[in-house]
Structure formats: C-alpha cells, structure tokens
Nanobody, 119 residues
Framework: QVQLVESGGGLVQPGGSLRLSCAAS????????MGWYRQAPGKQRESVAL???????DYADSVKGRFTISRDNAKNSVYLQMNSLKPEDTAVYYC?????????????WGQGTQVTVSA
C-alpha cells in the first residue's frame, strides 16, 4: 500500500503565496515521476507541475513563471511553491506519483488539498 500525505493548502488573497508538500510512504521501489494535478469545480483534472527523477520539469502554461516544483528523493517528497496566485488557481490540488513496487509501474494520486484564492 502507498500513502500520499499532502499539506499546505488553504485560503490566500490574490497575489499571495502558498507552498504545498507531499510525502509518499509504503512499498515503493522507485518513483519515476512526482508532481501535482488540480481540479477546479466543473472542470477536468489537469496537470500543474511534474518532475522526473532526473529533475526534468513540466509545467502547465497557466502556471509557468509563478509556480515552482521541487523534489527530495531521499524523503520521497515533492513540493509546489505557488506565487502570484490568482483566483483561477482555486482548485483541489492532488499529489501524484508514477512509481513501481512488486508489480508493474503505476499512477497514484493523493486525497487532495483545497487551495482557494479569494479577496
């Protein structure tokens, strides 16, 4: 079993900052990709920021220059620094990993943490 524990969400004013954290635990042999997805009300879940175990990053166009993903491989943890937040960033943010254990490599998402950007 794998667990993803997310933290750092909350309410922030436009222009403010938040930092999301996620720690993976359980039976994990290797994490190939970690990152964050989000889902706003009435919209599909979308990729926000992803990082491979080699450090390659991939950002959604809407967050480039404002969000920064980082990763601590020793702790199986991933972080998302969100600056210059906008109301349209309001969503539930889900931690994501693509990992391997005894079986085939697979995707896994956390339970989500709410981020609300509002005055």
């Amino acid at each position: 079993q794998v667990q993803l524990v997310e933290s750092g969400g909350g309410l922030v004013q436009p222009g403010g900052s938040l930092r999301l954290s996620c720690a993976a635990s359980g039976i994990i042999f290797s994490i190939y990709r970690m990152g964050w997805y989000r889902q706003a009300p009435g919209k599909q879940r979308e990729s926000v920021a992803l990082m491979s175990n080699s450090g390659t990053t991939d950002y959604a166009d809407s967050v480039k220059g404002r969000f920064t993903i980082s990763r601590d491989n020793a702790k199986n943890s991933v972080y998302l620094q969100m600056n210059s937040l906008k109301p349209e960033d309001t969503a539930v943010y889900y931690c994501y990993i693509y990992y391997s254990d005894y079986g085939p490599s697979r995707d896994y998402w956390g339970q989500g943490t709410q981020v609300t950007v509002s005055a």
